[in-house]
């Protein structure tokens, strides 16, 4: 029809003419080239747009003459292009509401467009043509933000929405390339990011993707955009649908809960629905130095400690095949440190309502220090079971007086099964003979008081009756109500058998070398008188010496014979009425006699008669005299004092000698013991002496106590009731 770039000069009159009728049209006329860039506009189409003429000029249509832009007239436009036929479209126009006819006409280089506003009520088209007679205004519950845009991605209809966030108005929009609206962004990476999308989509890809945009000052919005291609009917991309899915409140609370998995002190992350790991929180990565990229997928197994890699992979993939909850212990390294730490790793499948697996879920949490207590507590159990064990020790726990539990040796010694320790048929009190019951009372006050008893010597009838000499020591571990205790318990048989032996030994060497020394004794005394009978009397001394020595093996073998006979229980008393203060002068005469280093000094008397044995009451004062006398090698006296009260008679030996260690005050009494500190073992003694004294102040139904200091002397007392009790 018209073209004025490529009119003939010929016809230069009559496009003057034309020009200036086309001026005078009431309808605006535009005429555009092949790149739809405004070459002419008429008066009236300046009046529509609003705009002098050389505003638009140049531009392309779109953006030179928004208030006309729509859909169906693109569509008109790309129409004519194409068919190179004239078309007709009507339209709302989106600017001024107004009903506008639309005239297209091709040109040799692009075409005219007449605008005739329509006034008469027409009925009103879609405002989107497309095939499938969906509006902006249906799609609009669904998509928050909509948009038709041609390929190359200029606005040619755009919802309410986003011209509200951006408060702009629509002819600001339309006809501009969406990129460059002030609704999309100012950001050139959300620009960049929205242009490579639209040419994806133009060539025929529906596109998704998210994108953050600024619509205006201080207002960010997080979209989940889509850009489908809309074809026509000849398969040419006619134009394009976005739409997009305000996701911001999603996104925050995406990052909200990501700020929470970054603060909690788990290791948490998450996977693909195929099991493939895709995210890591904070502590992750703080943990184990690895970033997302290297953790993702199977990466993250290099952190895993190599022996645990197939048992934790199998049974992550037995998880994710079954959707069970996954749980297991693993080892992983620590970054900094390169140590391995133990965690314990959960995950659980995160399903849609449908049941199909979205995701799993999963933490790992550091159990390094409760493995480590149970590692402590697995070995000191084994260690606990070794003793246990144990084919030495028996150990038994015991409620009460019953016992609960006990080791195979306990068994083994006791002669118990394990089934009579099932049904409760041992019994510790039941098993101790009556001799024991003294000293197995005052061990159980002992672990009342101190929570455990000093070992001891006891025995125990087992269960076929015989007896058992263990040596028991018992632990308290708690009241509940009844006492519950441990004890261990040592077979003693053996020891005893051996002091048996030395026992019968020394009775044995007692009682044979008594008879030859007798008989010595004898002869001397005999070969005594014949001397002094004869009168060689220079004989007399070496025999009177012969005789001492012999005396004092005498004694020697009388002492080791009292104490087989007091193990035994065979020493025999006499019973008859002893004079205290005659029996102690005779002693004391005797002993300052033999003894003239030492004066024995007496003081007061006991004026008592007491029912005895003369003769082993002697030797309790003996002894107590020789020992002070013997242990106090650079004093000059020893001192005896008597006294009486009306039930009792008291007798001290004091002396101001070595002293005895007060730790020892007890053990001097036992058999054969001796101290053994250098200055007393220079002493000669066998240790019989005070153990056949307390033996005899017992058996006559009194006490002996001793009072010592080391380097000032000792006070041994005995005391003697007056009346004995039976
Ligand atoms: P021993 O034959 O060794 O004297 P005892 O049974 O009489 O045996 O005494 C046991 C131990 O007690 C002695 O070895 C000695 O170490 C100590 N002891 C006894 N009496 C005294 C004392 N008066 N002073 C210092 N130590 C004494």
Request: glycine letters at 6%; hydrophobic letters at 35%.
């Amino acid at each position: 029809m018209f073209n004025p770039q490529s009119s003939e000069s010929s016809m230069l009159t009559s496009r003057e003419t034309l020009l200036s009728t086309l001026e005078t049209l009431p309808d605006a006329l535009f005429v555009v080239d092949d790149a739809t860039t405004i070459v002419y506009a008429n008066a009236s189409a300046q009046t529509m747009l609003g705009a002098s003429r050389e505003q638009f000029l140049g531009n392309p249509f779109w953006r030179g003459a928004p208030q006309l832009v729509s859909p169906s007239l693109y569509q008109a436009v790309q129409k004519t292009r194409q068919t190179r036929a004239p078309s007709e479209v009507e339209y709302v126009s989106p600017v001024t509401g107004t009903w506008l006819h639309v005239q297209l006409s091709p040109t040799l280089g692009g075409l005219t467009l007449q605008f005739h506003e329509v006034r008469a009520l027409a009925r009103r088209q879609e405002i989107v043509p497309l095939s499938e007679h969906l509006s902006i205004e249906d799609l609009d519950g669904l998509f928050s933000r909509i948009g038709v845009l041609t390929p190359k991605g200029i606005v040619l209809e755009i919802n309410e929405v986003p011209l509200a966030e951006a408060r702009v108005r629509r002819e600001e929009v339309i006809g501009h390339p969406l990129t460059e609206t002030r609704w999309w962004s100012f950001s050139p990476t959300s620009q960049e990011q929205l242009r490579a999308a639209i040419a994806r989509a133009s060539s025929g890809e529906t596109v998704r993707f998210e994108a953050v945009i600024h619509p205006r000052e201080g207002l960010d919005r997080h979209l989940d955009v889509a850009i489908t291609p809309r074809k026509d009917a000849d398969h040419h991309i006619a134009y394009l649908v976005i739409a997009g899915i305000d996701i911001t409140e999603r996104k925050r609370a995406e990052a909200e809960i990501h700020a929470l998995i970054d603060a909690i002190p788990q290791l948490v992350w998450t996977t693909q629905p195929d099991g493939s790991h895709d995210l890591f929180n904070q502590r992750w990565h703080d943990y184990t130095g690895q970033s997302t990229a290297e953790a993702q997928g199977e990466g993250w197994m290099q952190c895993l400690h190599p022996e645990d890699r197939p048992r934790v992979r199998s049974a992550w993939q037995r998880a994710v095949q079954t959707g069970g909850v996954y749980e297991t212990e693993l080892r992983l390294r620590q970054n900094t440190i390169g140590e391995y730490r133990w965690f314990l790793a959960r995950a659980m499948p995160i399903r849609d309502d449908t049941g199909q697996i979205l995701k799993w879920f999963g933490t790992s949490t550091d159990i390094e220090e409760k493995k480590q207590a149970e590692e402590a507590l697995r070995a000191s159990q084994e260690r606990a079971s070794v003793l246990m064990n144990s084919s030495i020790i028996g150990i038994f726990f015991a409620e009460g007086e019953q016992i609960v539990d006990a080791n195979d040796t306990y068994l083994r010694m006791t002669g118990y099964t394990r089934e009579d320790l099932c049904e409760g048929h041992i019994n510790w009190l039941r098993m101790t003979p009556p001799e024991y019951l003294a000293r197995t009372q005052q061990a159980r006050q002992e672990l009342v008081i101190q929570q455990f008893g000093t070992p001891y010597e006891k025995e125990y009838a087992c269960k076929d009756g015989s007896r058992l000499p263990v040596v028991v020591g018992v632990v308290a571990l708690r009241r509940d109500p009844q006492l519950h205790t441990i004890g261990f318990m040592l077979d003693n048989s053996a020891r005893k058998e051996l002091e048996q032996r030395k026992d019968d030994f020394i009775s044995m060497a007692s009682h044979e070398l008594r008879n030859p020394l007798t008989a010595l004794k004898l002869q001397t005394a005999l070969l005594h008188r014949q001397l002094d009978k004869h009168g060689t009397l220079d004989q007399v001394p070496a025999l009177s010496s012969m005789q001492t020595q012999i005396n004092k093996i005498t004694r020697l073998v009388e002492d080791l014979l009292d104490v087989s006979k007091i193990q035994a229980g065979r020493l025999e008393y006499r019973q008859e009425s002893v004079d205290l203060d005659a029996l102690l002068r005779e002693i004391v005469d005797t002993m300052q006699q033999t003894n003239p280093s030492h004066t024995i000094l007496v003081h007061g008397t006991a004026e008592v008669s007491l029912l005895g044995d003369r003769d082993r009451l002697g030797q309790v004062f003996t002894n107590l005299l020789s020992n002070a006398i013997k242990y106090a090698p650079s004093a000059e006296a020893v001192e005896m004092e008597l006294s009486a009260s009306k039930d009792a008679v008291v007798v001290q030996v004091q002396d101001h000698g070595l002293g005895i260690p007060r730790e020892l005050h007890d053990k001097i009494f036992d058999r054969f013991y001796r101290v053994t500190d250098p200055k007393q073992k220079a002493i000669p003694g066998l240790g019989m002496g005070l153990y056949i004294v307390a033996e005899i102040v017992r058996h006559h139904g009194g006490t002996l106590m001793v009072e010592s200091e080391v380097g000032k002397g000792s006070t041994f007392q005995v005391t003697l009731p007056k009346k004995r009790d039976g």
